[in-house]
Nanobody, 124 residues
């Protein structure tokens, strides 16, 4: 059974930090990229970052560059999203997802598996 389980969300003041975790199981971790997405109320889902553990490729949306860091612990099949200098605009439900990686240094266009999401709330 494929599972993606997010954790680490919560309430934090602006300028604070959170580290999200995405624990994956049930598929070949090395063959997939893991992405982080977020969706705020009334807004479309947005891709935030992705990582391919096979070659270390990473991607960040412009609003995350310099503040968020994605990393992978292959021994634990877990991907982390370290979020620093959080802003109220980062408030959203954060989801991780897995998609087959083509070894082509781009995030997958299709995401096969999704987690249940974790709420991040940044107060001003």
């Amino acid at each position: 059974e494929v599972q993606l389980v997010e954790s680490g969300g919560g309430l934090v003041q602006a300028g604070g930090s959170l580290r999200l975790s995405c624990a994956a199981s049930g598929f070949s971790f090395d063959d997939y990229a893991i992405g982080w997405f977020r969706q705020a109320p009334g807004k479309e889902r947005e891709g935030v970052s992705c990582i391919a553990s096979s070659d270390g490729f990473t991607y960040y949306v412009d609003s995350a560059k310099g503040r968020f860091t994605i990393s992978s612990d292959n021994a634990k099949n877990t991907v982390y999203l370290q979020m620093n200098s959080l802003k109220p605009g980062d408030t959203a439900v954060y989801y991780c997802a897995a998609g087959e990686y083509g070894d082509d240094y781009v995030c997958p266009g299709v995401w096969d598996y999704w987690g249940q999401g974790t709420q991040v709330t940044v107060s001003s």
